[in-house]
């Protein structure tokens, strides 16, 4: 599943919840891109992260230039949820609520199967 929503004024926080509470639960790659759609909030982002199913082996998603991705955003990042992920590619350029905190927590939840990063 690749969906791309960079730079739409008109999508928000609803967008990414309607699509976390409908993935499809043998999904096995999701790439989403929200590049300066600047109204995904902190809680949008964490229900995405906690609705990936277990099937997952690549993610992709791209929060860049969003002004509301925190440390809390990040750290909610459960990619431990997705059992069998092989390949994480997250990028946050441009998040500049974004701190260590955030990215010490995220390092922690790793998958050990994961053979990029």
Known sequence: ??????????????????????????????HYDALN???MTDASVFRLFHNLPPTLRNLTVRLAGLLDVTSTTVANVNVTTAANLEILDLNFTGCERLGDAGLASLAKGL???????
Not at 1 to 30: N, Q
Not at 111 to 117: F, G, N, Q, V
């Open 37 to 39: 759609t600047r109204s």
């Open 1 to 30: 599943l690749s969906l791309s929503m960079c730079v739409c004024k008109g999508i928000g926080a609803e967008t990414l919840d309607a699509l976390a509470r409908g993935m499809p639960p043998e999904l096995e790659s999701l």
């Open 111 to 117: 998958s050990t199967k994961l053979s990029t990063l």
